[in-house]
C-alpha cells in the first residue's frame, strides 16, 4: 500500500515541519523553474525505473574527458543515452562546446501526456497507461493495479475521454538551448534497439546500464548497441551514481575506447573504481 501511496511533501511539510517521509510534488513538472522540475521528475517511475537526475553529477568523468581534450584535433559528436531531464546533458554539451558536432539528448521516457481532472493530474505514458496520479496532498502510482484500480477507475474512465496536453521531459534551459543550437538535437531512444542515426565518437550512458535495473542478458544487449552506436576508436562513457550513507553522491564510471579490429571494449579509464559490470563489459566480443 505504502509503494501506492505517497505524501505530497509540498504540502503536508506545511502541517508536519518535521515529517521526513514523502515525495516532491510531481505537480512542479509544469513549473518554469527549472530546480522544481528537475526536483518533481525524481517523483516519475518508469517501470522501476526513476527519473533522478541533476547538475553537476557526472563531474570527475569530466574533469578526465577534459584532460584528453587538447588530443581531439576534429569536432566529435556524442549520443546521450537516458539522459533524463537533460542537467548532464548541458553540462557536457558545455564541456564539449569548442569541440561539439552533433549532441544526442536521448531518453526512452523523454515524455508524456496528462490531464486534470476534479484536483487530480493524471499522467500518461505512450500507451495511454496512468503512471502517475497526484493532488496537492498525495501521489499515487499503480505499483498495486488492484488497489488503483480500486481509487481510479471510475475518473480514469471519464479523464481518458479528456483532450490531454504535452509534456517534453527536459528542462526549460536545455529546450533553448537546443532551439539557438542546431547541432543538439532531442530525441526518443530506447538503448535495447538500435541505434538508426549515424555512427558517433562518444556514447554516454548514465545511470542506466546497471544491475539494479537490468539482467545481465538486458546489459549486455544494450551494451552491444551502444558498441555499434561507435566509430572505431570511439569512447563509451558508462556512470553510476550511488548514495553514500551521509546521503551525499558517488560517482563511478568507466570509459572505454572501441577496438573494431579486435571486437572488444578496452578500458582506458576508471572513476573510483569503476562501474560494477566492468566484467560483463570486457568479456563480450563484437
Partial sequence: MFKTIKLNKAYWQKKIPKLKYGVPDPLNVLSADNDKFSEALTTFNFFGVFKTTKAGRHRQTQLFIKSQ??????????????????????????????????????????????????????????????????????VFYPVNAWLFD???????????????????????????????????????????????REKTDMVIVGNLLNQAYFTDSQLELGIRNCY?????????????????????????????KKDASAGTLIKIHAVNGGIEIDDLVLSLRF
Avoid at 86 to 109: A, F
Avoid at 233 to 251: C, K, Q, T, W
Fill in 69 to 138: 581534450l587538447p588530443l581531439i584535433e576534429q569536432p566529435v559528436s556524442l549520443l546521450d543515452i537516458g539522459a533524463s531531464d537533460g542537467s548532464t546533458s548541458l553540462d557536457w554539451i558545455t564541456l564539449m562546446n569548442g569541440r561539439l558536432k552533433k549532441y544526442y539528448v536521448t531518453d526512452y521516457n523523454i515524455k508524456c501526456t496528462y490531464a486534470q481532472y476534479k484536483g487530480y493530474t493524471y499522467f500518461f505514458n505512450d500507451k495511454n497507461e496512468c503512471f502517475l496520479a497526484a493532488s496537492r496532498k498525495f
Fill in 150 to 196: 480500486l481509487l481510479f477507475k471510475k475518473p480514469l474512465a471519464a479523464v481518458k475521454l479528456l483532450p490531454k496536453h504535452d509534456l517534453l521531459f527536459i528542462n526549460r534551459d536545455l529546450q533553448q538551448k537546443q532551439q539557438q543550437d542546431s547541432r543538439i538535437e532531442i530525441m526518443q531512444y530506447n538503448i535495447f534497439e538500435p541505434w538508426a
Fill in 228 to 256: 555499434d552506436a561507435l566509430h572505431d576508436n570511439g569512447l563509451l562513457i558508462i556512470i553510476r551514481n550511488s548514495l553514500n550513507e551521509n546521503g551525499s553522491e558517488n560517482e563511478k564510471s568507466t570509459i572505454y
